[in-house]
C-alpha cells in the first residue's frame, strides 16, 4: 500500500476510498515487519486487539472522531493502558491501569496507539544510544545517531510507519530527533499539555512533544491533547492561554541568531552553511535578522545540566537507582548522581539568574519576534557517541538545553540535506504561549522551500 502516513492521506483514504481501519492496521505492522531498521520499539500492542479496537470504529463514521483510525507511537516513559512502561530500564517496568492523560485524549478522538518507542534510559540523552534495548539509529542512515530521548518516537514517523507521536521534552528530546530525522518535532509551552502519567526527568521542565512529517499534523494533535484541567497538577493556571492554530504570520517581524562568534558548529563547516542559507530564507519571508548575545543561553544550559536542576533529575528517580545500580547503565548514574553535588542555597541562586537571564530576554527580544537556531550543531555517529557519550551529547544540546528553563515554546522543522543525505533542521523559539506563532512562522518556512524555484527544498 503506498499510502502517506498523513492526517490528511489517511482521512482521504477513509472517506474516499473506503479503506478501513483495520487494513491502516495490518498495513501498519506490515511496514514495522518488513523494516531493517532495528531499535525502534520496546513494546507492540497486540494485533489481535488492535484489530478488534479498529473494527469497533465501523459503528462510528470516520467523520464523528477527529483522529478516526488515525495509528500514532508512544515514547516509553509515558503510560498507555495495558503495556508496560519502562523508560529503558527494565527493571523499573510496570503496567499502568490508565494512560496518561494526553494519550487518553488521543485515543477518545479515535486515534490508536500501536506501541511503545525506544529511548534514552530515564531520559538522559539526547542520541538515541543509551539503552539496553539497543541504539537507534537515524531513518536516514542507521549508522548515525538519531537523537533522543526520544529517538524511536521520531524514527517511527519517519519511516512511516506510524501517523504521528508522542514524545516529551526537558532539554531537546523532542527536538533534536526530529532535526536528525528530517520531520516536525513540537515542543509546547511547559505546562500545557499535560505531563500527568510521564515518567518525572525535571518535573519542572518536562513536558510531552509531538513529532510528525508536517506542521499541520502537528498542531492538529497538539490541540487534540490539550484538556485544561484545575486538578491537574502539571499544568499551569494559565495553560487556557495555550491554544495551538495556525495563523497569519506578519510581513516584518525580527528573527534574532547568536553573535557570529558565538555559532558554533565543533567543525562541521557543512553546518554553518546550511544554517546560513535558511537565514536567508527567512529574510525572504520579510523578516529582520538581527544578531544576539548567545551567552545568556548558554549559561542557562548549564544550569540545567552542569548545575543545580540535575538534583530535580534525582528527586525524581535516584532512589530507584541506587536501589536498583546494577540494572541501571553507567551513564544514567552518572548523569543522574550528579544531581547529590548540590545544595539548597545552589538551588535558589540558580533560580534567581535564570530571573535575571529572562529579563535579558525580555528586554531584548520583542513580543512578536523569534529565535532562530539550527536543531543539532553537528551529526555523529553511532560508535563515535558511544566511544564519548557526556562531550558529544552536550554538543547536540548546544542550541536546545534553554529552551524549558527559560520557559520558551519551540518548534524543530526540517530545512535542507547534508551532501552524505542526513537532514539539517532549524528551530524556531519564542515566548511561553506562542506556540502558535513559531508552528505558523515554520509553516511559511516549508511552504516558501516547497513552492520558490531555487530555494533548499525538504
Known amino acids: ?52 479496537k479498529a473494527k469497533g470504529l465501523k459503528n462510528v463514521h470516520c467523520k464523528k472522531l477527529p483522529l478516526y483510525g488515525i495509528p500514532f507511537s508512544v515514547k516509553d516513559n509515558i503510560d498507555v493502558a495495558g503495556l508496560p512502561t519502562t523508560a529503558a530500564c527494565p527493571s523499573f517496568s510496570y503496567t499502568p491501569e490508565r494512560s496518561a492523560t494526553v494519550v487518553e485524549q488521543l485515543e477518545r478522538a479515535g486515534a490508536i496507539c500501536i506501541g511503545k518507542t525506544n529511548m534514552d534510559q530515564f531520559a538522559t540523552g539526547l542520541n538515541g544510544t543509551r539503552s539496553p534495548y539497543g541504539s537507534c539509529g537515524s531513518a536516514f542512515n542507521p549508522t548515525m545517531v538519531a537523537g533522543g530521548s526520544s529517538s524511536g518516537s521520531a524514527v517511527s514517523v519517519a519511516l512511516q510507519q506510524v501517523c504521528f507521536s508522542i514524545g516529551t521534552d526537558t532539554g531537546g528530546s523532542g527536538r533534536i530527533p526530529a532535526g536528525l530525522n528530517n520531520i516536525i518535532g513540537l515542543k509546547p509551552t511547559v505546562g500545557t499539555l499535560s505531563s500527568k502519567g510521564l515518567v518525572p526527568c525535571c518535573p519542572s521542565l518536562d513536558c510531552p512533544s509531538i513529532f510528525s512529517l508536517n506542521i499541520e499534523d502537528a498542531i492538529e494533535i497538539a490541540q487534540t491533547a490539550f484538556k485544561p484541567d484545575n486538578l491537574d497538577p502539571s499544568l499551569r493556571y ?36 546550511l544554517y546560513e542559507k535558511a537565514i536567508t530564507n527567512f529574510s525572504s519571508l520579510g523578516a529582520k535578522v538581527k544578531h544576539i548575545d548567545f551567552e545568556p543561553f548558554i549559561e542557562a544550559s548549564k544550569l540545567l545540566f552542569e548545575g543545580p536542576w540535575v538534583s530535580e533529575r534525582y528527586a525524581s528517580i535516584g532512589e530507584f537507582i541506587q536501589q536498583n ?44 519576534d523569534f529565535i532562530v537556531l539550527p536543531t543539532v550543531a553537528t551529526l555523529y555517529t553511532i560508535e563515535e557517541m558511544e566511544k564519548d557519550p557526556i562531550r558529544l551529547n552536550n554538543h547536540h544540546g548546544y542550541y536546545s538545553y534553554f529552551a524549558n528553563i527559560l520557559d520558551l515554546c519551540a518548534i524543530s522543522i526540517p530545512s535542507n540535506f547534508y551532501s552524505i543525505g542526513m537532514p539539517f533542521g532549524i528551530t524556531i523559539m519564542s515566548y511561553a504561549f506562542k506556540d502558535s506563532e513559531v508552528a505558523s512562522l515554520g509553516k511559511a518556512f516549508i511552504d516558501l522551500l516547497a513552492t520558490t524555484p531555487g530555494k533548499e527544498r525538504v
Do not use: C
Request: net charge negative.
Open 238 to 273: 494559565d495553560s487556557i492561554r495555550g491554544s495551538f492554530n495556525l495563523l497569519k504570520i506578519d510581513k516584518s517581524f525580527n528573527v534574532y541568531i547568536p553573535k557570529t562568534n558565538q555559532l558554533e558548529f565543533f567543525g562541521n563547516e557543512e553546518g554553518k552553511l
Open 325 to 368: 545500580s546494577h540494572n541501571v547503565l553507567d551513564i544514567t548514574k552518572k548523569v543522574v548522581n550528579n544531581g547529590l553535588e548540590w545544595k539548597g542555597e545552589d538551588v535558589f541562586k540558580a533560580m534567581t539568574k535564570i530571573k535575571e537571564i529572562k529579563s535579558y530576554l525580555q528586554n531584548t527580544i520583542g513580543q512578536n
Open 1 to 52: 500500500m503506498e499510502l502517506k502516513f498523513t492526517l490528511s492521506a489517511l482521512r482521504n483514504s477513509y472517506e474516499i476510498d473506503n479503506v478501513t481501519p483495520e487494513v491502516i492496521i495490518h498495513e501498519v505492522f506490515n511496514r514495522i515487519e518488513k523494516d531493517s531498521h532495528e531499535a525502534v520499539w520496546i513494546s507492540l500492542s497486540d494485533k489481535t486487539k488492535l484489530i478488534e
